[in-house]
């Protein structure tokens, strides 16, 4: 079952650019990357989209649909009202590069700034052990494909670009997250470099990582909750304040 | 320009593409949040009609002045003189920082107040009206982190506001056993301050989740994965209990003003 | 040759990012040499995160008689004797090791009960084998691999003052040449994606990992960038690619809807109790389990049934045969007519799992069926049918070093090289295999570089690589790369797909000939700025020679072993097994030679039942019983 589809492409670069209409045909079933491929296929060459696996798990074809961060790969097209227009732009939290494609090095550069996994000198190959429920909880945020819709939705960065420098965002959080909550990882001191170096303090949880989220990772309940509770353990907490645990600790 | 509009972003003059009704979420927290804070001050000043035999308001309890009324008195003491620096503070006003702490640093209250009260972001993906932010790094905004000395305080407002609904298990002359729509409303309101405070993030952090292994100490995993799944439910634990605590004040002024008949089960 | 173009040098120059390439990167970083990553697409997105089954390493956590013998025997048997047999070995004593380097890297495997790593059954393999993480083991790899990168580039950052100053990744760039001087290589030549900006990399090493060919198909498990690249520019740098008719099919793409046509489910869902059946309902797989595996797979529903639970004293389901005999009955039921109305068979997990352990076991299973297709797997079957997933055949190299024959300073890993699985793969030992060899490429390749020393690239070499990338804007009015590109994926598809006939064969060369001739005329609207016209230009031609390569070897081969079924000649013909297909290029066109196998030694040939061995090899083999 074929029908025609209303579709506005956000074309153009960082010089300048606007919405385009095209009307595109949309069979039954299809999501709106199928769509965006038809319209390269047959109206605009030239279109530039990122994609890779089109089954949402390497995080490629992000992007905004009706304004909201979305994987194309993963927004069926019958989820829109029939005769609705579908508007398809860039992720607006990173620089235009052209169409639908952004620059996210951003995300990479923040990446290199997380110090490494740390292994016991002591465990040579094969000689690790972990329990299942020790593990689980990182895991749920190796799931993570990085897609950076968490890091695009972010009004820390989304709404500050001077913020850019000073917070790492949600992807590394989780991933600071889930060195912290490794069982095996020897470095220390990842609470207070997460609070004085990447920024944890500028996130005021008001949790639009989790909703946008298409791996469904409870970014801000799991990880950066957490995170300032652990950042609270050694700096904040009442207990550990009056028994004088707190400066012992700052000192090391 | 700075956000969205910035000269390298693309181009685009809205300041959100959303078609939804994204203002709505936001709209509703503020109306209601703002008609609790607009009746919370009212009665916190009133001063008055907040204890009936055997009810007391829970914005009243404990009620530690020499200002509260005869009965309501926390084992009949009273620490705090009736003036405080000169001005006559209602006993709820006392009181009022330690609840109004704990929700105020809540991780659930903060983003639903950033969002409504201060549009910081109004909604995802709708660009806020600041041009600065600094998030909880610098005064005032870093006092959130004393949320868990809220958290610990607010555990013992609920033992006295349990406390108090064991005493609404009397008639009004102080009889045992009897039972009426005034204790139910308080048994109601204080046993969900206890799961609004048992979900919290900081409670589930404090029994179990700052361990590395949990594997270790099997019981506080055990604790932690129930009270992962009560936290799962913490913003709806909020406003139940938000809305019991204020519906149970509104019953003893009703009560006390001899509005409302208090009816007896038994 | 363009006036600012951007030189660089390294010692050795890795193309692709994926879980080869990414360890080969390691390697060769570790033994202290400057490395470029250069990935298609952006770093940490290689068609690696979709593999989802596992790593087969017989490191015997779940079962103790699981050694290195017993796996290279399974990948022998699954590869049908047709695999070189040094890398079966290669693979089969390293893997373990391989998987528990990446443990120490940061990877958070499942666990067992005893906090080892937990290891899963898989299609082919004798014992629970291989190490997982939920369903999506790939990306786990990748991300650990990703992690270590960034690990090596800040103790580089602590060392030198600047992360990037010896590992540096070039994401969205296209390699277009590999160059050479004086018959030894000499680095790569490409484009920026985001600009189109060229940059000649100047390397006496380049090792080739990228991946496969499947885009080089209709029905496809394979992501954008696998249109065979690095085969086509291995053969264009002089190497020689081997046995191209082997691809492998795997049997459970989903079929339903169309816009996720070809997408994979993992064999795990059989390896957790699904079941397939036909429109009528049978369990139809008991009637395709072949003579070489009667005695190893479970004749009954009700043996089948035990399995799940007694492993030991049961035989698997059939559900459980390697992947082409899967694949070749799902064909065979779809073509009786005995298939789902959108030309599948139904794969259902839902009666012998409850909801729960399903969307614990395999969770992104339930997420693409519901999520992308709207289908609740455990409620309903799913509907499935072979997609084009994965490409045995390769570059021709030297086992041990990964070396690409015949032209030094090449190498090339993991799915790009051929010989590892024989005529075909088992699920799981993909990402062994790009392990074990990612490795072996990147320290042959830092050796190499390290004897050899720089082989700078003359300026004549340059300009013939930068006139390549322009011609395609230079040529008015000609050919669509797009619909050339779905031309190719009909012929291919219908031609040499699954079940190949001589007839058919010969006529898909003919007109993978044409559109060739025609390709040569394509142009591209627009400018060289992020414009995927443009990209394709190239990836079309690389696919059109692996097309060829692929027709060409199928056409000679005269028998039907695992990844390539000839209707014609259905037999498996032990005199056919003592032959690999050496494709090569001369600028023209491919020509395939037949070369012979090299026989085992007598230490791995008495790791077989010599009644084994006399279904798949000569009596004259068998009286040798091995090399030496």
Known sequence: MTRKLNLRIWRGDSTDGGLKDVVVDVNEGEVVLDVIHRVQATQMGDLAVRWNCKAGKCGSCSMEINGKPRLACMTQVASFDEGETITVTPLRAFPIIKDLVTDVSFNYKKAMEVPAYSHPAELGPGEARMEQVDVERSQEFRKCIECFLCQNTCHVIRDHEENKKSFAGPRFFIRIAELDMHPLDRIKNRKRTAQEEHGLGMCNITKCCTEVCPEHIKITDNAIIPMKERVVDIKYDPARMFSGQLRREKRD | ?266 | MSQNLQKLKYDVVIVGAGGAGLRAAVEAREAGLRVAIICKSLFGKAHTVMAEGGAAASMGNANSNDNWMVHFRDTMRGGKFLNHYRMAELHAKESPDRIWELEMWGALFDRTKEGKISQRNFGGHEYPRLAHVGDRTGLELIRTMQQKIVALQQQDGRDHGDMEANLKVYAEFTVTDILKENGKVAGVYGYWRENGDEILFEAPAVVIATGGVGKAFKITSNSWEGTGDGHALALKAGANLKDMEFLQFHPTGMVWPPSVRGILVTESVRGEGGVLTNNKGERFMFNYIPDVFKDKYATTEEEADRWYTDQDNNRRPPELLPRDEVARAINSEVKAGRGTEHGGVFLDVSKRLSAEVIKKRLPSMWHQFYELAGVDITKEPMEVGPTCHYVMGGVDVEPDTAAAIGVPGLFAAGEVAGGMHGSNRLGGNSLSDLLVFGRRAGAAAADYAKANGANPVSDATVTQAAQRIQAPFENAGGENAYSLHAELQEVTHNLVGIIRTGAEIKEAIAKIADIRARSKNVSVAGDRKFNPGFHLAFDLDNMLLVAESTAKSADLREESRGGHTRDDFPGMSSTWRQVNHISSFDGTKVTVTARPLPPMPKELFDLFDVHELEKYMTPEEIAKGGSN
């Open chain 2, 1 to 266: 320009m700075s956000g969205v509009f910035s000269p390298t972003r693309a181009k685009i003059k809205e300041r959100t593409l959303r078609t939804d009704k994204w203002w709505l979420e936001p709209a509703i927290t503020f109306g209601v949040l703002f008609s609790f804070v607009i009746y919370a001050t009212f009665r916190a000043f009133e001063g008055a009609n907040y204890f009936v035999e055997p009810l007391i308001s829970p914005f009243y309890s404990p009620c530690l002045s020499e200002a509260c009324v005869e009965g309501s008195k926390l084992f009949g003491w009273a620490p705090v003189s009736a003036q405080v620096l000169g001005f006559a503070l209602s006993p709820a006003l006392i009181i009022l920082i330690f609840p109004l702490g704990f929700r105020m640093t809540c991780y659930y209250y903060r983003k639903a107040y950033y969002r409504s009260f201060w549009f910081s972001p109004p909604a995802c993906a709708v660009a806020e009206p600041h041009t600065k932010y600094t998030g909880e790094t610098r005064a005032p905004l870093i006092l959130q982190n004393a949320h868990r000395w809220f958290f610990y305080a607010g555990l013992v407002f609920n033992v006295f506001l349990t406390y108090d609904a064991v005493l609404a298990f009397r008639n009004e002359h102080g009889d045992w056993g009897h039972m009426s729509v005034g204790t139910l409303v308080l048994v109601v309101s204080s046993s969900l301050l206890w799961f609004y405070s048992l979900s919290c993030h900081t409670c589930r952090h404090t029994v179990g989740g700052r361990l590395k292994h949990f594997s270790k100490h099997p019981f506080r995993y055990k604790l932690w994965t129930t009270v992962s799944v009560l936290n799962t439910k913490h913003q709806q634990f909020a406003w139940f209990s938000l809305a019991a605590v204020a519906f149970a004040d509104i019953y003893v002024r009703q009560v006390a003003t001899g509005a409302w008949t208090n009816f007896y089960f038994f």
